[in-house]
T-cell receptor, first 115, second 111 residues
């Protein structure tokens, strides 16, 4: 079974530039998550989708971050304009359904450095 | 306000001995608790979980203990192996919501 795919793996941009990350979840997984992991911290949820609808985006900085999940499969996370504090690993994860004890599977992450 | 706390940033253990990683939480509504392991440059991988209606779950060398009255859980690895060296994240969730993670504990197992 293919895992959660993410791209690009690494990205370096200057502050105020924009960047987009792509995620393809495990086939058949209805729930998709984007987490941000800053160095030395645990992953923090940015947004959760159920199919193509947003379940929770309360911690997404909406003035600069946006995410979409068209057709309930792939998802894109965009940052515009980027700030230095956005340097982090952006982890995409998926699960069969809204979490109720079932496992959440993570991709390898997209590493962002803002200079 | 951290709802899931891992107060030990690092732990060093000798091969063959027991590793005990600890986690405290503040939200009594959490239904599920999970442990994830993360190697450098990789995403977290699921290790073991426990429901709030249980106090112990075992899977091979890994055992998770839950003490609801103390709002504390621990992960025991016996015997520890060098390949267990990684960052371990404790995570928790009320059913229907996404996982909330601790800051992680870096385990180093020396041979």
């Amino acid at each position: 079974e293919a895992g959660v795919a993410q791209s690009p793996r690494y990205k370096i941009i200057e502050k105020r530039q924009s960047v987009a990350f792509w995620c393809n979840p495990i086939s058949g997984h209805a729930t998709l998550y984007w987490y941000q992991q800053i160095l030395g911290q645990g992953p923090k949820l940015l947004i959760q989708f159920q199919n193509n609808g947003v379940v929770d985006d309360s911690q997404l900085p909406k003035d600069r971050f946006s995410a979409e999940r068209l057709k309930g499969v792939d998802s894109t996370l965009k940052i515009q304009p980027a700030k230095l504090e956005d340097s982090a690993v952006y982890l995409c994860a998926s699960s069969l359904e809204v979490f109720s004890g079932n496992t959440i599977y993570f991709g390898e992450g997209s590493w962002l450095t803002v200079v | 306000d951290q709802q899931v706390k891992q107060n030990s940033p690092s732990l060093s253990v000798q091969e063959g001995r027991i590793s005990i990683l600890n986690c405290d939480y503040t939200n009594s509504m959490f239904d599920y608790f999970l442990w994830y392991k993360k190697y450098p440059a990789e995403g977290p991988t699921f290790l073991i979980s426990i429901s709030s209606i249980k106090d112990k779950n075992e899977d091979g060398r890994f055992t998770v203990f839950l003490n609801k009255s103390a709002k504390h859980l621990s992960l025991h690895i016996v015997p520890s192996q060098p390949g267990d060296s990684a960052v371990y994240f404790c995570a928790a969730s009320p059913a229907g919501t996404a996982l909330i993670f601790g800051k992680g504990t870096t385990l180093s197992v020396s041979s």
